[in-house]
């Protein structure tokens, strides 16, 4: 939801400044309903989703204003669906790239940077060993 409200978002205006709203008058504006934590994580990253459910309307709004600039890449002041693709994959890989690394720090029970056969057994299989 929230990746359809940023398409929406720019659509028809100028490269936005400070006092102007980024969505239409009329748009269909963004509700955060259940489930929408999925959204936020898919486009902001786990940390960072977690890191706007403390924030105000405004501020949330402003944050979102400046990681829309940062995903326009050809900084025209529009969204392609290329571009949001894009930010969304950047995301996601920095997301995997994270998990990999914890996962493998509860892996490598011993700390040499490796996970032997045994490590990896005990790891997963643990108590049922």
Do not use: C, M
């Not at 990746?3 to 659509?11: H, N």
């Not at 940390?47 to 944050?63: G, H, K, N, V, Y």
């Not at 997301?95 to 005990?122: C, F, G, M, P, T």
């Amino acid at each position: 939801r929230l990746a359809l409200a940023l398409l929406v978002l720019p659509a028809g205006l100028g490269k936005p400044t400070a006092r102007q709203e980024r969505a239409r008058p009329g748009a269909a504006q963004h509700e955060d309903r259940p489930g929408f934590q999925y959204d936020h994580e898919a486009f902001l990253g786990k940390e960072e989703a977690r890191s706007f459910d403390q924030l105000s309307p405004e501020e949330s709004r402003e944050r979102l204003g400046k990681i829309v600039d940062r995903i326009d890449d050809n900084k025209d002041g529009y969204l392609t669906t290329e571009e949001l693709k894009n930010w969304i994959k950047r995301v996601q890989k920095r997301y995997i790239y994270e998990n990999v690394a914890k996962v493998w720090k509860d892996y490598d029970l011993n700390k040499d940077n490796k996970i032997a056969w045994e490590e990896y057994k005990q790891a997963t299989y643990g108590y049922y060993l």
